[in-house]
T-cell receptor, first 117, second 113 residues
Framework: EPEVTQTPSHQVTQMGQEVILRCVPI?????FYWYRQILGQKVEFLVS????????KSEIFDDQFSVERPDGSNFTLKIRSTKLEDSAMYFC???????????????FGAGTRLSVL | GEDVEQSLFLSVREGDSSVINCTYT??????LYWYKQEPGAGLQLLTY?????DMKQDQRLTVLLNKKDKHLSLRIADTQTGDSAIYFC?????????????FGRGTSLIVHP
């Protein structure tokens, strides 16, 4: 079964450093998403991406965050200057085009645990 | 804004039924979902229900929706140790063309022999 893959599974970084979290969505999917889950809290939406541009973003997704689809397979989340409060599990997801149901059914990766020290 | 609430823990004995409950606030919700997260894995979509349905059954899983009370439940029949995981309730809105789900905090299901 096709799946969304994320690398690395765990990233440790120093406060102020830049990190890039990588995702390979399911190959025929065209909608991509990033979510995060701070330990013990809810899964929170960060950003959605379609047709090479951001289609929706939350208040969390401020200027220190950016997303990119550098080639035909990868989808990345960059955090420019990490803060302690960026420590969380970051999930990538993708969904297909087509009808409303297809767009609503999102497939998630296993996540990258980001630890900012 | 939308909110989804669910209890944090549920402990059941193997072979019993588990019922995980969820409440939501958005009256315009179109899709309601149950996701499962096993240790070290991503969120796996278990099942979903349209807001115009009351019930959906899929093998050992039964989803009940009470739209009036904005209450969603997931019943797992004959719960097995392999069902131990975190179960997330989520809803996505009908309006504005947004497909972004709002998640609950997740219910940890612990199945003991």
């Amino acid at each position: 079964e096709p799946e969304v893959t994320q690398t690395p599974s765990h990233q440790v970084t120093q406060m102020g450093q830049e990190v890039i979290l990588r995702c390979v969505p399911i190959s025929n999917h065209l909608y991509f998403y990033w979510y995060r889950q701070i330990l013990g809290q809810k899964v929170e939406f960060l950003v959605s991406f379609y047709n090479n541009e951001i289609s929706e973003k939350s208040e969390i997704f401020d200027d220190q965050f950016s997303v990119e689809r550098p080639d035909g397979s990868n989808f990345t989340l960059k955090i420019r200057s990490t803060k302690l409060e960026d420590s969380a599990m970051y999930f990538c997801a993708s969904s297909a085009t087509g009808n409303v149901l297809a767009k609503n059914i999102q497939y998630f990766g296993a996540g990258t645990r980001l630890s900012v020290l | 804004g939308e909110d989804v609430e669910q209890s944090l823990f549920l402990s059941v004995r193997e072979g019993d039924s588990s019922v995980i409950n969820c409440t939501y606030t958005d009256s315009s919700s179109t899709y309601l979902y149950w996701y499962k997260q096993e240790p070290g894995a991503g969120l796996q979509l278990l099942t979903y229900i349209f807001s115009n349905m009351d019930m959906k059954q899929d093998q050992r899983l039964t989803v009940l929706l009470n739209k009036k009370d904005k209450h969603l439940s997931l019943r797992i029949a004959d719960t097995q140790t392999g069902d131990s995981a975190i179960y997330f309730c989520a809803e996505s809105p009908a309006s504005g063309g947004s497909y972004i789900p709002t998640f609950g905090r997740g219910t940890s299901l612990i199945v003991h022999p």
